[in-house]
């Protein structure tokens, strides 16, 4: 029924189709958060690093604090994680500047979860103590539709 000629048609169409499949699997994967990352100077001796996530619509992103009691779990907190350098000192924690939602989630036992909707803006205050200096860090989390 295949010919040569065929059964090598056969296996390019069979290779073109799974390499469709797998880029078409690739561009499924969601990415809804959007961060953009900012150092303003206050002065000679101190800068304001804020950070901005802008959420696609119907995501939240969850806050840095919730009242957790004893045994009970809830979602992932959003974490920012600071690099020590010689040339920069933390002055308080990061704050949080936009809006924070609250609401009891039945997923988490009924936990009052506290979360960000559409834009979530923090800010953290460094004492600086050279000209030129890299503010370098990661931020984690956990987010949801």
Known sequence: ????????????????????????????????????????????????????????????????EMNFEEGQSGPELTVFTFEPSPHLQRVGNVVERSKVYEE?????????VRYFKNKAVFEQSFRVRRDKCRIKGTVSGMYRD
């Open 104 to 112: 009891k989630a039945a997923v988490w036992d009924g936990l009052v």
């Open 1 to 64: 029924m295949f010919g040569a000629n065929n059964s090598k048609f056969f296996w390019r169409a069979a290779l073109c189709g799974l390499l469709l499949l797998a880029a078409q699997t690739q561009a499924q994967i969601l990415n809804p958060i959007r961060w953009k990352f900012e150092t303003v100077p206050v002065s000679q001796d101190e800068a304001l690093f804020r950070a901005t996530a802008l959420l696609d619509k119907g995501w939240h992103l969850y806050a840095q």
